[in-house]
Structure formats: C-alpha cells, structure tokens
C-alpha cells in the first residue's frame, strides 16, 4: 500500500504528519520526495546507510563523427542542442529534458547519452522504518525525474510518501501510483484554496483521498463544509499545540515525545489502512 501525504502549500504540518505516521505505524518506508527541500529525516533521525549519486542521460557530441548538418538543433523543441558551424556541438544542460531525441535523429550517429548528474538518493533505517529520500541539487530544474527514480528503490510493503508542496509536476509523480492520498491542509482561505488545487489533482488521478485538518482550532468552518459536500473523510484534527512547535524546534516528532500522540498517529494509520483497502 501506497499513502502520500501532499498539501496545495508549504508550512502546512505535512512533513509532521507522514514522518509521525511512519514512527506509529513501524515496519513501512518512509519516502521523502519533497527532492528540494528533505527534511523528513530532521524529524526521523533515521542512519543513512549508503548514498547514490542520481544521473538523468545527456547529449554528447562526437565532433568526429558530426558533419554539422544542424539535424539535432531543428529537432529538439527545448533549444538545448546548439551547433556553431565548423566549430562545435553542445547541449546546455539548464535547458535539456534528456529527452533523447537528438541522439535518434543524428544522421551520422555521432550524439550518445552519458550520465549527468541531478542530485543524491539516500537509504537508511530507524528501527523497523526504511528510510529513503533524495536531494536535487541547487538550481536543477529535474524534480521529477529524481523522484521517480526514488520509487525504483522501494522494495514493496507499506509505503508513506511525503510529497513535495503544492499541485505541479513533482507533486503529481508522488501522488500518482498512491492507493490513498493524505491532504493535510489548515482552515484559513489560504488552506482552502489550496486544498481546492490539491483535490483538482488528486480527481484527475481519481484518487481516494482523506484530509487531516492542522492547527484546527483557528481559522473558520469553509475546510470541513467542503469536506461534507465532497463526502471526503476527514480523518483527525490536530489541535494547535505549543509542546508540537517547541518538539519541532527541537527536531522531534510528537509521536517521538508523547504517548498521547502516538496513540492519535496509531488510530490514523489505522483508519487509512481501512479506507485505502
Ligand atoms: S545531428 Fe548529428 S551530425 Fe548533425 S549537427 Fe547534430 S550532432 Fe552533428
Ligand atoms: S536530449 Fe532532448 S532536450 Fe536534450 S538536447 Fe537532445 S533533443 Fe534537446
């Protein structure tokens, strides 16, 4: 089973949320495809056990075998492949998609793919949790891609993803092979309006999908009215709680400092087994 914890913005509580699941619930992994910003294991504390370096193919040029016949530069609808008569052929890496196309359509064969590096993926372990997160470097623009290839790593079981904020691309590749969708959002006109993008998303993958309302004791009633008219679950309220804020200071998950929030994550998890099955 697959459960991706997602929210329409940042700062909403999300990361809380999964890495509190994962310490109630034991024996699942734990996935951090928020790739640029991770810091799911601030709160987790997990040993990271090995570091791989994350790659995505790109064009190289064999000026040899090149007759610069422009062939690569036509095609490729990024502009990322450039070719100065005479002289040279490079793709820019800012701009290329690893697409592959360019390599397909040179005449003389002289473009292959080598790796290039976007970024790292690290595994680790905090007691029966399987830990696995990634890290894009700064300024690099393939998100998605590293975050598909987090999936490669996961070896089956119980699987909980803390997605990347917001409704685009990222947040679409780790939503999408999710049996059930956690939205964690708060009752303000921003969280609603967020909440709304989240849930256009989350339709269009014909998700099921239950929300988890944060800092529920502030803001107005709008988040649980949409909820009763979309019939969607709302699965707990969490209360704003001062120790919550002082425990995240402290780089600690409730669930790590209390019984009593342990036992609210377990009664959590529990109701998402039952309603992803
Ligand atoms: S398509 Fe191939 S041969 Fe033509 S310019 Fe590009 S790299 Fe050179
Ligand atoms: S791999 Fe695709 S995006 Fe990159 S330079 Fe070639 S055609 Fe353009």
Not at 53 to 75: G, W
Not at 257 to 276: G, P
Request: hydrophobic residues 40%.
């Amino acid at each position: 089973m697959i459960v991706s914890i997602a929210s329409g913005k940042g700062g909403t509580g999300k990361t809380t949320v999964a890495v509190s699941l994962a310490l109630a619930a034991q024996d699942v992994t734990l996935l951090d495809a928020d790739v640029e910003e991770p810091n799911a294991n601030i709160l987790l504390h997990a040993q990271i056990n090995s570091v791989k370096k994350a790659t995505v193919p790109f064009p190289e040029v064999d000026l040899n075998k090149c007759d610069f016949c422009e062939e690569c530069s036509k095609f490729c609808a990024y502009n990322a492949i450039v070719v100065l008569k005479g002289l040279k052929v490079f793709a820019v890496p800012e701009m290329c998609k690893s697409c592959g196309g360019c390599v397909l359509v040179c005449p003389q064969k002289a473009i292959k793919e080598v790796p290039r590096e976007i970024g790292y993926i690290r595994h680790g372990e905090k007691d029966k949790i399987k830990f696995i997160d990634g890290d894009l470097n700064v300024g690099e623009s393939f998100a998605t891609p590293l975050i598909r290839q987090l999936f490669d790593f996961v070896e089956g079981g119980d699987i909980i993803v803390d997605c990347p904020p917001g409704a685009a691309h990222p947040m679409v590749e780790s939503v999408r092979r999710a049996d059930f969708v956690v939205l964690v959002t708060e009752p303000t006109p921003f969280g609603i309006h967020d909440l709304k993008e989240a849930l256009i998303i989350t339709d269009s993958l014909n998700k099921k999908v239950g929300i988890v309302v944060n800092r529920a004791d502030i803001g107005d009633e709008e988040v649980r009215k949409l909820a009763k008219e979309r019939e969607i679950p709302i699965l707990a309220e969490i209360p704003y709680d001062d120790r919550i804020a002082k425990w995240y200071s402290q780089g600690q998950a409730p669930v790590a400092m209390s019984s009593e929030w342990r036992d609210k994550f377990v009664e959590l998890w529990r109701k998402i087994k039952a309603l992803s099955s």
